[in-house]
Nanobody
Framework: QVQVVESGGGLVQPGGSLRLSCGAS????????MGWYRQFPGKQRELVAM???????DYADSVRGRFTISRDNTKNTVYLQMNDLKPGDTAVYFC?????????WGQGTQVTVSS
């Protein structure tokens, strides 16, 4: 069982920035495939960014150029740097670990972009 915990959400004005953090338990974090997802009210979760163990990263078109995913394997943590935030980015953001056919989710963190 992998424990996943997100942090860093909050209220920010349009054009502002936030950095989300996701910590995951386990001794082989470097082998985990990590992803950030978000969920709008009444909608399914959608992929925002992924970091595949081994170096490949990818982004949803809606955030490419504004959001950056990164990881620090020494801290068992993956980050989502979100810049130039828009009201349409308001959602609950979830971290997902995918490893050896299993997936683990965090509890989510609310991001609200509003003036």
């Amino acid at each position: 069982q992998v424990q996943v915990v997100e942090s860093g959400g909050g209220l920010v004005q349009p054009g502002g920035s936030l950095r989300l953090s996701c910590g995951a338990s386990g001794r082989i974090f470097s082998a985990y495939n990590m992803g950030w997802y978000r969920q709008f009210p009444g909608k399914q979760r959608e992929l925002v960014a992924m970091d595949i163990a081994g170096g490949r990263r990818d982004y949803a078109d809606s955030v490419r150029g504004r959001f950056t995913i990164s990881r620090d394997n020494t801290k068992n943590t993956v980050y989502l740097q979100m810049n130039d935030l828009k009201p349409g980015d308001t959602a609950v953001y979830f971290c997902r670990v995918y490893f050896r056919g299993y997936e683990y989710w965090g509890q989510g963190t609310q991001v609200t972009v509003s003036s």
